[in-house]
């Protein structure tokens, strides 16, 4: 393959939310291709052709990512259908990162929903090219009985609010999906804006320039606009191209003077319809009525097919239903497979284009600070690698990089045996073929520099690897042997001997390097490829143990092939000695399950109820933060003070709230600040831009970070202007002395250094520390201070990490329930005092630093304790879809969650309302199913992890006033509050001690006269 043939391959995923057609936009395009050798046409939309798991087919969703090659003309098309469902947004991360272009389906009724939000920005992230594919057009004439006009209005509102959400992501006004939603326009479009929107060249979906079409997938019709502009283009007398421009937006045609004009150039009163309506959909609406109505004019059919030469069979002309009859004309009239892959061919690039602006976000440019002993042979060879990236060489003599996105597990029954492929599988090691037994572990991959042959040695690189720090680097990369290459074929795999660049292959013989996903390279000296960024985290633990106790080394087998089987999945073991498996859902869970009990463990297994994951703080909402930074002085007297069992040292600590915007950007950027923390080493390396698009090039995630840092310290403040520059002037100050970030040293809780004279009165030493993340970040220039040469000084330098060790045990485990911390910042003041000459005998209380830790620890707990802690839960978004009549049952069930509603609005042009509330994670389990069977099967729900929010409730609440008492009673009888009885479930599940009556209800015993 030359560079002719790298630009005739498209790379496509199909991204949408979950039942808005995907799949069966597949199967019409696997049927068009090859003559209808994999998929007969009539058969398409009906077999769901890549949902081959048996699960897929009794749910009817797509669970897992996957691909086939097709042939269009002279192209050759990978397309990977992705699934839709929020549960497996992690298959999407997979599907995008082997993709160059995407195409976005939405439902013409449904309109846009949570999971097109997540797809759309997925695609910003991985900067694929997306084109538009508004599906289900058929729905409007057939369910909702609109008119051409009304439905022209509800396809451009759809096409404007997608425009909204993609130039939200590039103007990165939003972060999170959940913002994008809320904050999404629902006010009408007028046709003033429309004028303003047409020839915006900033916009990314025009139907005008060929990047949208309109398709029924379930039928196998589809246009777009140019398919009408060429027909129409002989008999106005117009040239194609300008029809084109003009078929979309708000321009008429005036009959009798055959002119094209604007809104403005109508006279006053004129009934002319837009040309889209005139000429595109009335021509539709008149087929499906001429089609489905009784008394239907089958002239209108007759003279579509005259007009268009169309060749359908006497058979299907003579149809008793007239379903059949329509889906046979409309198919052959506007082949769907035809306007969905003319448009992906010309309007979605090529490998060569898409790796050359996609190569920032691949392997992002990396700058050598402080290196003097860097070898720059190696560097040089990686940049080589690096720029046959992105040029996507396929010579023979370039290096060879591939990037595997995702393991997945297919039965041995279906790798094809034949030929050099069985022998070369016969020469499988041993230890291959026993960890795999019936399942067989491939990579699903993508080339992107080089050729990749059958039985090539390539190093399989993990994402920690770093090619400068030599031996130290060397147990993150393995040398493997591939054993097959194949090209995926939907549910069958067709063997090939080499493939080059710019192609998705499957590759077998990697079962036991890799994990999750890799990066593979003919060269050790090369970077590894950008880790994929999934859109939620795993969020629904479970412990699992098998019912048979003799079964557990079967089940520890089939963990780590479910471990490696799916991206997402995380598999730890606890404190408690249980085997912990976090999914995404419920339904990610269940199959999780069903895949270990069926496939990969086949023992019966016991599973607990989810174990949910609290945080602890304290109240307040940090907005008030001149306040708490004044108070952080520890001359104040609201701090708790402890001392070591031998007395020698006394620790103050003082405890404040911080700002939500704080506390959720430390959250967020827990993996840059590990990084920037945790460097070390003789030279560190600066990537220079960081993973997420950015409206600027080469942008210094570092430098990023630490503005975002002094603008979120004080951005929630409710201040005045004067005492906003104060509070920023002495945040500023503060973030020059910050110590530490807890828990695991990258958390939302920090520990500031004390600012204290170094002796005190009574000659004891404090122990001051250093602003070792603060020189780190850039606030503070490393400072090298010359203690005193005394022994006490030396004493109080070893301190210093065991104060830290004690910050970290404190903020990894609360008061409360053992949970970590959240939004917290410490002080702590450590005085050491002499050692008298009474005390120099063998210590009796154990090792000194280890009393110091134990001291600090429990000083920050009883510090949290004491200003009235809370606890903080996760919660999920919930958007929910429902018909008017269900929404009594629908509200009884989310008051039972103790959900919070946040708007409802009924969907235009539908009779269906549409909710969005929060929901406790702790009380989502089953929710679907409870909502299901509360309205009958009418609404549904989907659900994405949204943010952490504070309970209000205090857990330790006791009544006290006149008010309270005559409420809730004198304390004895007050039944725990919500946030009490969360906190009891977290203290029995982790067997601590649980405040509770032993008998809740107790009669006096009486003896009964038996009476023979």
């Known amino acids: 393959m030359d560079e002719s043939d790298a630009r005739n391959i498209r790379n496509i995923c199909i991204l949408a939310h979950v039942d808005h057609g995907k ?11 090859g003559d209808g050798e994999l998929l007969k046409p009539r058969l398409a939309g009906k077999v769901r052709y890549m949902d081959y798991l048996d699960e897929e087919q009794r749910r009817a969703i797509t669970m897992k990512s996957s691909s086939i090659s097709l042939r269009y003309k002279d192209y050759s098309l990978n397309l990977i259908d992705s699934p839709g469902h929020m549960d497996f947004c992690s298959e999407v991360s997979t599907a995008a990162r082997l993709s160059d272009g995407a195409l976005v389906l939405v439902d013409a009724v449904e309109g846009v929903h949570i999971q097109t939000h997540a797809v759309l920005r997925q695609a910003w992230i991985e900067k694929l090219t997306p084109c538009l594919v508004l599906n289900k057009i058929d729905r409007l004439i057939c369910e909702l009985r609109l008119s051409p006009m009304e439905a022209y209005t509800r396809l451009i509102r759809i096409v404007h609010e997608v425009n909204g959400i993609v130039s939200a992501y590039k103007s990165e006004k939003y972060l999170s999906d959940v913002d994008s939603i809320l904050a999404s326009p629902s006010g009408e479009i007028t046709d003033e804006s429309l004028e303003l929107l047409e020839d915006d060249e900033e916009v990314t979906f025009q139907p005008q320039k060929g990047n949208v079409v309109f398709v029924c997938a379930l039928d196998g019709w589809g246009f777009g606009v140019s398919e009408f502009a060429n027909f129409y283009a002989s008999k106005l007398g117009a040239k194609a191209d300008t029809l084109q421009k003009s078929l979309w937006g708000p321009r008429y045609y005036i009959p009798k003077t055959k002119m094209i004009v604007g809104k403005k150039s109508l006279s006053a009163g004129s009934k002319t ?37 169309l060749i359908i069979p006497q058979r299907e002309l003579q149809n008793k239903d007239p379903k059949n009859l329509l889906q046979s004309v409309m198919s052959r009239w506007l082949p769907l497979s035809d306007a969905v892959l003319s448009m992906a061919v ?43 990236i992105e040029a996507c060489d396929s010579s023979r003599d370039s290096p060879c990089v591939v990037f595997v996105s995702k393991m997945f597990a297919i039965p041995m029954k279906m790798i094809p045996q034949g030929g050099d492929h069985r022998e070369r599988m016969n020469g499988l090691n041993d230890d291959d073929s026993k960890s795999e037994s019936d399942e067989c572990f491939l990579a699903f991959a993508r080339i992107f520099s080089g050729v990749l042959r059958a039985g090539q040695r390539v190093f399989v690189i993990s994402a920690l690897y770093d090619p400068l720090k030599g031996e130290s680097s060397q147990k993150y990369i393995q040398e493997a042997e591939l054993h097959s290459i194949y090209l995926m074929m939907g549910q069958g795999l067709k063997p090939v001997n080499e493939v080059k660049a710019g192609n998705v292959v499957a590759i077998r013989g990697l079962g036991p390097y890799i994990s999750k996903s890799a990066t593979l390279s003919s060269t050790r000296n090369c970077w590894p490829l950008a880790s994929m960024e999934f859109q939620v985290s795993p969020t629904l633990r479970v412990a699992i143990e098998p019912s048979d106790p003799s079964d557990m080394s079967a089940l520890m087998k089939g963990l780590r092939l479910l471990n490696r089987a799916d991206p997402f999945v995380e598999i730890t073991v606890s404190a408690r000695g249980e085997h912990v498996l976090a999914a995404a859902g419920e339904v990610h869970l269940e199959r999780c399950i069903k895949d270990l009990t069926d496939r990969f463990a086949r023992v019966n297994i016991e599973v607990s109820s989810p174990l949910v994951s609290y945080r602890e703080t304290i109240e307040g909402d940090g907005s008030n933060l001149l306040e708490s930074l004044r108070s952080l002085s520890l001359n104040a007297s609201d701090y708790v003070e402890k001392r070591t069992p031998n007395g020698r040292c006394v620790i103050r600590v003082h405890v404040m709230k911080l700002p939500h915007s704080l506390t959720k950007l430390l959250d967020e950027s827990t993996d840059l600040l590990g990084d920037i923390i945790g460097g070390k080493g003789s030279h560190s390396i600066k ?24 603008e979120a310290g004080v951005s929630s403040s409710s201040e005045t202007e004067n005492d906003r520059e104060k509070c920023k002037a002495e945040w500023a100050k503060l973030l020059k002395r910050i110590w530490a970030l807890g828990p695991r040293e990258k958390g939302p809780n920090i520990l500031f250094a004390p600012d204290g004279k170094r002796i005190c009165e009574d000659g004891s030493i404090l122990v001051r520390g250093s602003p070792h993340v603060s020189q780190r970040l850039g606030f503070t220039e490393d400072s090298t201070e010359t203690p005193p040469d005394s022994a006490l ?21 609360g008061p409360l329930c053992d949970e970590p911390m959240w939004g917290l910042a410490f002080t702590i003041e450590s005085h050491l005092a002499e050692d008298s000459e009474t005390e120099k005998q063998p210590e009796n209380f154990g090792i000194f630093t280890g009393q110091v830790m134990t001291a600090v620890k429990d000083a920050c707990r009883a510090a949290v304790l004491q200003t009235n802690p809370r606890i903080v839960e996760a919660m999920y978004f919930c958007e929910l879809n429902t018909a008017p009549e269900y929404l009594g049952p629908m509200y009884a069930v989310l008051s039972r969650r103790r959900a919070r509603v946040l708007k409802e609005e009924m969907q235009e042009g539908s009779s269906l309302f549409t909710v969005h509330a929060y929901v406790p994670v702790s009380e989502s389990f089953g929710f679907a199913e409870e909502l299901r069977k509360g309205t009958s099967g009418g609404a549904s729900a989907l659900m994405v992890l949204s943010h952490w929010e504070m309970l209000e409730e205090d857990p330790f609440f006791v009544p006290k006033t006149e008010e309270e008492i005559e409420e809730f009673g004198d304390g004895a009888s007050v039944l725990p509050n919500t946030a009490r009885k969360l906190i009891n479930a977290v203290r029995r ?24």
């Not at 602006?357 to 440019?365: A, D, S, W």
């Not at 990537?687 to 002094?710: H, T």
């Not at 070893?798 to 485990?813: D, K, P, R, W």
């Not at 001690?993 to 107790?1002: C, F, G, I, N």
């Open 793 to 813: 000084y030396s004493e109080a330098l070893t301190l210093e990490s065991s104060i830290v060790s004690g910050f970290q045990l404190a903020t990894a485990s």
């Open 23 to 33: 799949t069966t936009l597949a199967d019409h395009l696997i049927a068009s291709s």
């Open 273 to 309: 319809k837009p040309m889209f309506v005139q000429f595109v959909l009335d021509p539709l609406w008149q087929v499906y009525e001429a089609a489905l109505d009784p008394g239907g004019d089958r002239a209108v059919l007759e003279k579509v097919i005259k007009s268009f030469n």
């Open 989 to 1012: 599940r982790k067997g601590l001690h649980v405040e509770e009556k032993v008998v809740q209800h107790a009669t006096k015993q009486r003896t009964l006269a038996r009476k023979v």
């Open 346 to 388: 010309k309007h979605l690039p090529d490998p060569i284009s898409a790796q050359a602006y996609r190569i920032p976000r691949l392997v992002p440019e990396r700058k050598v600070i402080g290196g003097n002993e860097v070898d720059s042979s190696v560097l040089a060879e990686a940049e080589l690698v690096r720029r046959s």
């Open 687 to 710: 990537i220079l831009e960081s993973q997420s698009p950015s409206l600027e090039e080469n942008v210094d995630p570092v430098e990023a970070l630490k503005n975002q840092l002094v």
